[in-house]
C-alpha cells in the first residue's frame, strides 16, 4: 500500500519530467538559429566584377556586364565559412577541415561532399539585390540586370 507522500512524491517527479520535456523541446526551438529566406543583400550598383563577397551572410555575388549569379560561402562540410584562394580566380577553401571548392562551388577536395548550392535572385523596386536562399537554382542560372 502506498503512502500520500509516495503518491504526491510520483505527481511531483511526473511534474518536473513533464517540465524538463518541455523546457528541452523549448530549448531546441529556441537554439535553431532564425535563417531568413530572403535578404536583400545590396545596391545593384554596388556589386563590383568580377564578385563582390559578403562574409556575413556567407554569400558571393558574381558579375559580369549585365548577369549576375549567387553562390554560397557556407563550408557544406559543417558550416564554416570559406576563403578565396590566392588569386581569387581558382576557387575556395575551408580552413576548418581542409575541404576545396572550384570557382563554380564543385567539391574538389572533402571532407565536404556536397557542392556549393547557387540561389535564386531578384532586383527589387529600389535596386537592391534580393537573394532567395530558400530556392536553389543551378550553377549556370543568370540574373539578367541589363548593362552597367
Ligand atoms: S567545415 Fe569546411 S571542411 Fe569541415
Redesign the pocket.
Known sequence: MRSPDSSRRQFLTAGVCLGCALAVSGCEQSLEPEVPRRIELAPLDSLHEPRTIFALEKLVVFRQRDSIGVMSMN?T????LLTPLENGDEGYR?N????SFDIQGRVLRG??TRDLPWYAAEIDGQRMLVVDLSHEVSKEWRLNVGAA
Open positions: 563550408c562540410h559543417q558550416s564554416c575551408c576548418c577541415h581542409e575541404s571532407p565536404a
